[in-house]
């Protein structure tokens, strides 16, 4: 990242927190994102929605029809590890072996031609469980027994496939809207979820 002074647009090296010219406090400015307005697969990357420690997740829209999905990019620096790469294509490799309405659908995974790994998830549009906590208020059982039985069943269905999520929090429970049913539990993010054996 660089920093622009806004009184004589100067550019400035991140760690420079005052113009060298006329003292001003610069402000931050992000580069360029060269993944926004790309075609990745049928899809044209549209918007950032969000970054983590592995990868950054985006908007894409179908041009033609107009249907939108998310894709999960691994971070370049990673694209060379093999133990990175392999952990990052296992959330979608877990998540089709479980195949349940309430986990996240992954559609598909690629890499690109300039050595980008991707997968492409179904979009939701809702809110993580962590937004309905409140510090000291509690959640009544009419809000929370549903939730909490959709998200058993999703455990459920991943540990009859043998796959266990280890990772499971309130912001890895998203809430949507599904065929007008609201608080439809999607449990996302098998990034790290393990295989056990029969025992196990």
């Known amino acids: 990242m660089s ?9 400035y ?9 006329d ?3 610069l402000s931050g ?5 060269e993944l926004i307005g790309r075609d990745i697969g049928s899809y044209r990357v549209t918007k950032l929605l969000g970054k983590g420690g592995m ?4 908007m894409a829209e179908h041009p033609v029809i107009g249907s939108r999905v998310a894709i999960k990019f691994l971070h370049p620096q990673y694209a060379t590890d093999k133990k990175i790469v392999d952990r990052f294509f296992n959330e979608a490799r877990a998540v089709n072996v479980i195949g349940h309405d309430n986990i996240l659908k992954i559609l598909d995974l690629n890499v690109t031609e300039d050595n980008r790994h991707y997968f492409v998830m179904e ?3 809702g809110k993580p469980l962590q937004d309905l906590i409140v510090p000291e208020v509690p ?4 809000a929370a027994g549903p939730i909490l039985l959709q998200v058993c069943e999703a455990l459920q269905a991943a540990h009859e ?3 266990v999520h280890r990772d499971l929090k309130p912001d890895n429970v998203c809430l949507t809207v599904h065929k007008g049913k609201k608080n439809f539990v999607k449990v996302v993010d098998f990034g790290i979820a393990r295989v056990t054996d029969d025992s196990g």
């Open 29 to 33: 400015v992000e580069p360029d994102d």
């Open 139 to 142: 959640m009544t059982l009419d």
């Open 13 to 21: 090296e991140d760690e420079i927190l005052h113009c060298p010219e």
């Open 55 to 58: 990868g950054a997740v985006y």
């Open 123 to 125: 979009f939701l549009q």
């Open 161 to 163: 496939s043998r796959i």
């Open 23 to 25: 003292g001003l406090d």
């Open 3 to 11: 920093r622009t002074c806004p009184e004589c647009q100067n550019q």
